[in-house]
């Protein structure tokens, strides 16, 4: 009777185990569908190397990310394929006006204005975006070297004051830093782990608080810096081809609280004036906290009024 007593046990044991094993299955199952259904993991932006502008997001993606769609074209540009037949404005810069995978294709700044201008033209617009992450003028400048400037009407350069001593100095940053991925995740529920969570943890374990400067990548003026050649190549470049230069100066959150630019935005802003090149700039044009998802980056409202400070421009132009 004991025996009997102790395999039933035994029995009853082992099906709760299985029991337990197959409901942790189940719910690992659900979570990882979840992930990527909801929030998009293993679909990330993937970023390539490149011998003459250190990195760019890779050709031809289409991206469900944190709930936002994200597109680039066959040239690696944030815009829909390029219409040769259209008219076209080119857009540089970095993170600030690719918008990141925070801002859904159709509330970048450019997509708003190629709607916009086409109206105001009365035929195709397409103001195209060259960007990626922590890109300086001299990586922009690069990119044009190497494809040219597609019949452009105009030229924008979107920068920020950090921009002014971020020179190009090629270190390894695909598949090493953890937002400049080559490939996919295999699994979602790794990715939240290994791409987000450990940084934390490790931060916690240790009382650390990473740097915002460094956490967004920006790069501070070294002693032995010297001003970004970018500004200067596109001021030659339009010069040259006669395409109009506009240098668009977006304050960061400390610029708009202080009300006013560092001493690196005004070396950006000196540059402009003394070269005769049209300035767009921030906080001349009503910032509001809402304007920023973070200390740099800006939140679809901001994208939206970073569109309509360029349109203004260009009506004025028109006049």
């Not at 100095?169 to 699994?187: A, G, M, P």
Request: glycine share 4%; net charge neutral; aromatic share 12%.
């Amino acid at each position: 009777m004991q025996q009997k007593s102790k395999l039933s046990n035994r029995k009853n044991n082992k099906k709760r185990i299985v029991f337990i094993f197959s409901l942790l299955i189940v719910l690992l199952i659900v979570v990882e569908v979840f992930l990527r259904m909801y929030y998009g993991f293993c679909d990330t932006v993937l970023i390539r190397k490149d011998s003459e502008y250190e990195y760019i997001a890779q050709p031809n993606q289409d991206r469900f990310r944190f709930r936002n769609r994200i597109i680039y074209n066959s040239m690696s540009m944030r815009s829909d394929e390029i219409d040769s037949s259209s008219h076209i404005i080119l857009g540089f810069g970095d993170s600030v006006i690719n918008g990141g995978v925070l801002t859904d294709q159709d509330s970048l700044a450019t997509g708003l204005l190629s709607k916009e201008l086409s109206i105001l033209y009365g035929h195709n617009v397409q103001f195209l975006n060259i960007s990626a992450g922590s890109w300086g003028p001299d990586n922009c400048y690069a990119y044009l070297q190497k494809h040219g400037d597609f019949n452009a009407k105009s030229i924008y350069l979107v920068v920020s004051s950090h921009d002014a001593y971020d020179n190009m100095n090629f270190e390894e940053i695909v598949d090493i830093h953890k937002s400049f991925q080559s490939r996919q995740y295999k699994f979602a529920i790794w990715e939240l782990f290994d791409r987000y969570a450990v940084s934390r943890i490790d931060n916690l374990i240790n009382n650390q608080k990473i740097p915002e400067s460094e956490s967004l990548g920006i790069n501070k003026k070294k002693e032995d810096s010297e001003f970004n050649t970018g500004f200067s190549s596109f001021f030659e470049y339009s010069k040259a081809k006669k395409i109009p230069l506009t240098i668009y100066l977006h304050a960061e959150k400390e610029e708009f609280e202080a009300e006013k630019y560092n001493e690196q935005g005004q070396e950006i802003i000196n540059f402009a004036t003394t070269n005769g090149i049209p300035l767009i700039t921030d906080l001349d044009n009503e910032l509001d906290v809402s304007d920023f998802n973070d200390r740099i980056h800006l939140s679809n409202r901001g994208q939206k009024k970073m569109a309509t400070r360029i349109l203004n421009s260009i009506k004025n132009e028109r006049k």
